[in-house]
């Protein structure tokens, strides 16, 4: 029997789970940690080994990232100590993924020291979602991590739109380019980027545009949508540019802070994310990628 726990970040997978491994006529079991907080907001966790001891983890860090960290890291230590063996992990969304190199002297690279403690503490094999991973990661590359993509979940979305041969793929950076050029890939559409410069956490600049737009309409796909200054200043671009409607993709929902908000006004005619994280927008689903996964890691 397969089993599988689900922590605090995934449970809005149980019910996509239990369809696919019912459509796939695979018997497993899917249950949830037991999470509660003592008065000082410190966590207590306790794993159900009732119907035995599980050896697939899903977690999902977002929202409360640093939580959700301790949580899993308390699980899995858990987990170990319980006898688990060959432990494998599907973190939808890894949080802190995204500081992968050091720019300033002195800065915590924190995709590596995550990804080492989180290996430090019983993994075997993690599957991990689009992660941010510009060029070439020593880190993903030393540990038994594999990088999932989600750009089938959109093409499938995006193909049943009519008369997409007036479509351009854009990603607003070059490091998300490579995600646009497999979706134009599987679309038959032409792709290009946008220049970014990041100026701190939230701002970001977005100039020139490596193909022509105007009169086209325009699929926007990126990781991770944060803060969304990064979408709104890429759809402010391409409006100049004399776009017809555009589609933002994304295959990380995050939108913190009023992110939401100033998308829904930007006039636009579509916005799209798969649920790596709950929102209100996450229309694609990712438990078949997930259950496909450990069918193919059981055979
Ligand atoms: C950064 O390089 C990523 O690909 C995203 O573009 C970025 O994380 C989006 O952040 P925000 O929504 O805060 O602009």
Redesign the pocket.
Known sequence: MINIILLSGAQHLHKYLETEFYKSNIDANVYSVELKFFPDSEQYIRIPIEKGIPNYVIQSMFDNPDKKFVETILALYTLKDLGAKNLVCFFTYLAYA?QDRRIKEGEAISQSIIVKTLFNSGIEKAFVFDV?IRGESEIISKFNIINLSCVNLFADYFRSFKNREDFVVIS??E??FDIAKRLANELNLIAGYTK?K?LDG?H?KISDISVDVKSKNVIII??????????LETIDLLKERGVKDIYVSATHGLF?ND?LKKLKEANIKDLVTTNTVLNEFAKLDVSKIIVKEIINNEN
């Open positions: 995204r941010h607003p950076d490091g998300s970014k990041r939230s970001v990126d990781d991770i949508i944060s803060t969304g200054n990064t979408m913190v992110a």
